[in-house]
């Protein structure tokens, strides 16, 4: 196993030097179940805009030496208000209120060092800094039976729930995303979490 030397927080320049390395993460890490993502670099660049964007977004970066090997990141929800107002539609939740924990990616051979219990106490504080008292985050929902599904693959439910964070009855949202082996991109639910800070 290759070891983790650091994980710590990226704002401002650091996030958007480090926004390219995190764009070949995602096409890399997310190829994999449940997401089975093939990836593209320009959907990469037009999903990461937001990151640049945003004055209260943050990259939870995971190294080896001076190696981007892992990394997560957050923003504000309204920062992604296009993407998940309908998922919130009739839910009762402000989204001025809830900072988004987006996707968290880390290489296979760096895994089992307790870095997603890092990405999660980063963003969490980052939140709580800008005066955040919600985060939510999103889990692609997959059947049951898909023919890609491996045999040994364990939800994350379990951490996530120790962490404190629980399903959003309803609060279901769809992002279009081509999967490895389709011709094009198809539709995907994504079930959303949320906890208290």
């Not at 939870?60 to 920062?79: E, K, Q, Y």
Request: proline share 5%; aromatic share 12%; with cysteine.
């Amino acid at each position: 196993m290759a070891e983790v030397t650091a994980v710590r927080p990226l704002t401002g320049a650091a996030l958007t030097d480090a926004l390219d390395d995190v764009a070949r993460l995602r096409i890399r890490v997310f190829r994999a179940w449940p997401y089975l993502y093939d990836g593209d670099v320009n959907y990469e660049r037009k999903y990461l805009q937001s990151y640049r964007d945003s004055d209260k977004a943050v990259v939870v970066g995971a190294f080896d030496g001076d190696r981007l090997i892992g990394a997560s990141t957050g923003a504000p929800l309204t920062d992604h208000a296009d993407d998940f107002a309908a998922a919130f539609e009739g839910s009762g939740l402000d989204l001025a209120k809830i900072f988004y924990c987006a996707e968290s990616v880390l290489l296979s051979d760096y895994r089992g060092q307790g870095v997603g219990h890092k990405f999660f106490d980063h963003r969490e504080a980052h939140a709580r800094k800008l005066g955040y008292r919600k985060c939510a985050f999103c889990s692609a929902q997959r059947a049951p039976d898909h023919p890609m599904r491996p045999d040994n693959f364990r939800p994350l439910d379990t951490f996530w729930r120790a962490r404190g964070y629980e399903p959003l009855p309803g609060v279901i949202a769809q992002f279009l995303w081509k999967d490895v082996g389709e011709e094009g991109e198809t539709a995907k639910r994504l079930q959303f979490w949320m906890r208290d800070l």
